[in-house]
């Protein structure tokens, strides 16, 4: 079974410029999440999906952070502009429905950003 | 606010040194307690979920465990292979998306 998909693995960008991300989850997952893990620190969500909506966004920088589910499948982050605290790993993680009864997450190898 | 501290922030043992990874919580109510394993440049790879105080489960060398204020995570007999970071999340009754909140881990380190 193929496993969660995220591209591009490494971007460097300069600050203020946009940058973007993509994920696909495992085939039949409703529920993405994407989570930022600044390095040292453990994963902080930033926006969680079921299906085509929003469930939770309330960490999610909106001046300079958007993401779209289109179709309930693929997903895409934005960030513009970028900052240098920006820099981190973005991970994309799909589960089968809300992590509820069991917390099983099924991430991606994650997107590392560096802003200078 | 829900908070997870992990501790120590790393620990190196031999191959064959059993040790214990702590994972200290505070939420309003917990629905679960859930360890994962992340591996450098990779994203986490679940491991278990504890539901409840006096809860345990195991996987090869690894067992969880859990109380009411932390949980802890047993290795025995480790080998290099289990050199990893190790974080641990907790999930809150009554959110509403159910979202998990993760401690900063703990990179253990298994010298052969």
């Known amino acids: 079974e193929a496993g969660v998909a995220q591209s591009p693995r490494y971007k460097i960008i300069e600050k203020r410029q946009s940058v973007a991300f993509w994920c696909n989850p495992i085939?039949?997952?409703?529920?993405l999440y994407w989570y930022q893990q600044i390095l040292g620190q453990g994963p902080k969500l930033l926006i969680q999906?079921?299906?085509?909506?929003?469930?939770?966004d309330s960490q999610l920088p909106k001046d300079r952070f958007s993401a779209e589910r289109l179709k309930g499948v693929d997903s895409t982050l934005k960030i513009q502009p970028a900052k240098l605290e920006d820099s981190a790993v973005y991970l994309c993680?799909?589960?089968?429905?809300?992590?509820?009864?069991?917390?099983?997450?099924?991430f991606g190898e994650g997107s590392r950003l560096t802003v200078l | 606010e829900d908070q997870v501290t992990q501790s120590p922030e790393a620990l190196r043992l031999q191959e064959g040194e059993s040790s214990s990874l702590n994972c200290s919580y505070t939420?309003?109510?917990?629905?679960?307690l859930f360890w994962y394993r992340q591996d450098p440049g990779k994203g986490p790879e679940f491991l278990f979920t504890?539901?409840?105080a006096g809860e345990e489960k195991e996987k090869e060398r690894l067992k969880a465990t859990l109380t009411k204020k932390e949980s802890f995570l047993h290795i025995t007999a480790p080998k290099p292979e289990d050199s990893a970071t190790y974080l641990c999340?907790?999930?809150?009754?009554?959110?509403?998306?159910?979202?998990?909140?993760f401690g900063q881990g703990t990179r253990l380190t298994i010298n052969p």
């Open positions: 999906f079921q299906n085509n909506g929003v469930v939770d």
């Open positions: 999340a907790v999930q809150a009754i009554g959110q509403g998306a159910q979202k998990l909140v």
């Open positions: 993680a799909s589960s089968l429905r809300l992590a509820g009864n069991t917390g099983e997450l099924f």
């Open positions: 939420v309003s109510g917990l629905r679960g």
């Open positions: 085939s039949g997952h409703a529920t």
């Open positions: 504890l539901y409840s």
